[in-house]
């Protein structure tokens, strides 16, 4: 890429770097109300075997976006445009990985039998909140192996051994009898651990984890973020962090995608996010984070205002009217295409560049 500020967003990565590429997606709720526009124009590439954190206040898109990836949308949602594009990759003989293959996961039926190959066993998800994620009729190994026996062709003895097995890799305490027990039976942190024990179960290329330390003491929370890392780099997924926890990104991710009213305002590595961030919703959102030990007695600086309703429309920069660096006459009348202000690093933002997005 160009290290020149404010050239046009350019990809330069090749498919065998990427497992999965979002262009332009859109997706819309369609209710007795209106029409909720949750993604407006979503692109981004996510790199294959590393770590990729989506931030962002609630209502900005983040689990849409994996949903929409999962093809696990409800009824109400449809996507009038837009392209995901999964890479399956298989090994070379020197270790490598290339592609072999490119799914365009947005034709394919979401009750079809191709999907349903893909979901669970190649794209897999940790959902929101454990403890209502898991179905309290039915015990963790039945819920585990079922996902076994339908994506790896063996019988229900051989998949509660796997179940076992994964239980263990997951750092569960006596696994042999945690695959007995009902969820009401379990802690937040074991329920915690038996939902992504579910989501490894298959060995997936990509795994969605939508908040899973939510609701967990910051102990428990350590303890599985260490364990999502070391199954990472001794599995060599991809993982997609979605998160509210700037801190928790910090430990986990390699890269960063800071999203706003359904798109991707800045994308960098870590540190130019942390200590060189452009778009002024991230500055925002570093200002607002308390600092533990600081010897500067200051207050916090709060974000004016909140996310605006997803059914209302903002003609503009959707987030100009809380920004601190609003221009009259510019970010109020079109929105700022994405431009490459460094290499690797992408910002939405005026300040950069006049280059306005395409409709």
């Known amino acids: 890429m160009s290290e020149t500020i404010g050239s046009p967003t350019t990809t330069t990565t090749t ?92 034709k394919l039926d979401t009750m079809s039998q191709e999907i349903r190959n893909i979901r669970g066993a190649e794209l897999a998800m940790i959902f929101q909140e454990p403890m209502s994620s898991l179905n309290p009729s039915y015990t963790i190994g039945d819920q585990i192996g079922e996902a076994i026996i339908l994506h790896q062709n063996v019988d229900k003895a051989e998949a509660e051994n796997r179940t076992i097995k994964i239980l263990d890799q997951v750092g569960m305490s006596n696994p042999k009898a ?104 991230t500055k925002a959102l570093l200002n607002s984070i308390p600092h533990a030990g600081s010897r500067e007695h200051k207050r916090l600086l709060p974000i004016r205002g909140v996310v605006p309703d997803p059914y209302s429309s903002i003609k503009g920069c959707p987030f100009h009217p809380r920004c601190n660096s609003f221009m009259p006459g510019k970010c109020d009348v079109n929105v700022p295409a994405t431009v490459t202000v460094d290499n690797g690093h992408t910002v939405r933002c005026f300040l950069y560049s006049d280059e306005v997005e395409q409709q």
């Open 15 to 106: 498919s065998a770097e990427i497992i999965l590429r979002i262009k332009d997606l859109h997706t819309y709720f369609y209710t007795d109300i209106g029409i909720s526009k949750a993604l407006n124009g979503v692109t981004f590439d996510i790199p294959s075997r590393k770590v990729l954190g989506i931030v962002g206040e609630s209502g900005c898109g983040k689990s849409v976006t994996a949903l929409s990836c999962m093809r696990l949308l409800p009824r109400s949602a449809k996507i009038p445009k837009g392209e995901i594009t999964f890479f399956r990759h298989k090994k070379n003989g020197n270790g490598s990985a290339a592609p072999v293959e490119e799914v365009d996961l947005l």
């Open 178 to 281: 945690m695959v007995k027990r009902f969820p009401h039976e379990l802690s937040g942190g074991m329920r915690q651990r038996a939902m992504i024990a579910m989501g490894l179960s298959c060995n997936p290329s990509v795994l969605f984890a939508d908040e899973p330390t939510t609701a967990l003491d910051v102990t428990t929370e350590a303890q599985i973020l260490d364990l999502m890392r070391d199954l990472q780099a001794q599995l060599g997924m991809t993982i997609v962090f979605i998160t509210h926890n700037l801190g928790v990104v910090a430990q986990m991710c390699d890269s960063v995608a800071v999203m706003y009213l359904g798109r991707i305002v800045e994308q960098a590595s870590i540190e130019p996010i942390f200590y060189n961030p452009k778009h002024p919703y």
